[in-house]
């Protein structure tokens, strides 16, 4: 879920804070001649931007005026792809796979907390079966079509065909048994 929010996290240099901002943001009492260290965190790392020129380069190697910090996490992170009205077809309905797709909009909670289930699905059964996501605010047509009046609404399809449906932010052993069903 972390992936997903924080992207990147800009730190203003010490130089552009008062000192008793900089405290509050190392979380200490520091002065504005200390630096953050950001070596003891598990899952943030630095990422050196590319410059062509006047850079300062810190006693570490790294950049200082050209870094970022972004979470590691985002790279293992699975992204579900989303389904439009125009790969509609192409994706799911002539698809060799099983397929699961999670109809939501992003004004949705429900929708947040299943997101992460789904997530968790697409990376476990990679190779068995296909998942995707439909925004209903983008794509209406296919709700339309489907039937879709709440959101999350989760179909599992299968040679182009509606299997199953379930509806609500149900647990992960609920859609577990219903993508069983299907493999």
């Not at 968790?120 to 605010?137: E, F, I, M, R, S």
Request: glycine share 6%; proline share 6%.
């Amino acid at each position: 879920m972390v992936a997903a929010v924080l992207e990147t996290l800009s730190i203003p240099r010490a130089s552009a804070l008062p000192s008793a901002s900089l405290g509050a943001v190392a979380g200490s009492s520091v002065s504005r001649r200390s630096s953050v260290r950001f070596s003891d965190f598990r899952g943030l790392k630095i990422q050196p931007v590319r410059s062509s020129s006047s850079s300062v380069i810190s006693r570490s190697g790294i950049d200082r005026r050209g870094s970022r910090i972004v979470c590691e996490a985002q790279e293992t992170a699975v992204e579900v792809p989303a389904v439009t009205d125009s790969t509609w077809k192409s994706l799911v309905l002539d698809s060799d796979l099983p397929v699961l797709v999670e109809f939501w909009a992003p004004w949705c909670g429900p929708c947040r907390i299943i997101h992460p289930v789904i997530d968790k699905l697409a990376k476990q059964y990679a190779g068995k079966l296909n998942c995707y996501k439909v925004n209903t605010d983008e794509s209406p047509s296919i709700a339309t079509q489907y039937g879709i009046r709440s959101i999350p609404t989760v179909i599992i399809f299968k040679s182009g065909e509606k299997k199953e449906a379930v509806i609500g932010a149900v647990p992960e052993s609920t859609l577990t048994t219903c993508i069983e069903k299907f493999l």
